[in-house]
């Protein structure tokens, strides 16, 4: 079905240890590809691109499944690690505290990321994602205003 293979990024989300943070890591060298080729703003869109075919694919595969949020949906990993990383310079050190950062918030989901799990289907499994890739733009953006990075 189309659903799971778009919702489990190509079987990434079968990955058998820590397969969110793995659909992560795989996002990274496309988001890096997108930002120095097209620019931060392209991130952004594929980003959001991203979330949408990401509620319908999560949604139907959750249907079918009857799981709230399976591990094996990691799209929202890779919608949500494209924003994060679209306010970090192009460099290993952007790159990697947007990974990092990014990681924390979504496993941890501190309010406001926890929020985005309460609603229904593929926007519950997708939207805690793209908070926690919000704020960690956020802080990204705040660390290269100071010249931190």
Partial sequence: MIATLLST???????????GTVA??????????IAWR???????????????VGVWSTGA???????????????D????????????????????LAFVIFRALDISKIWPVSLGERLPGGWGVMTDDLVAGALT?????????????
């Avoid at 990434?12 to 397969?19: R, S």
């Fill in 38 to 52: 097209f620019g931060p703003g392209a991130l952004l869109t594929a980003s959001g691109i991203a979330y949408l």
């Fill in 24 to 33: 992560s890591a795989v996002a990274l060298p496309c988001a890096w590809l």
């Fill in 137 to 149: 733009l956020a802080l990204i953006a705040a660390l290269r205003w100071q010249s931190i990075i």
């Fill in 9 to 19: 990024v190509f079987g990434v989300g079968y990955a058998p240890i820590a397969p």
């Fill in 77 to 96: 990993e890779v919608a949500g690690q494209w924003l994060a990383c679209a306010a970090a310079p192009v460099s290993l050190l952007g790159f990697g």
């Fill in 61 to 75: 595969h959750v249907a079918r499944v009857g799981k709230c949020d399976p591990s094996e949906c990691v799209i």
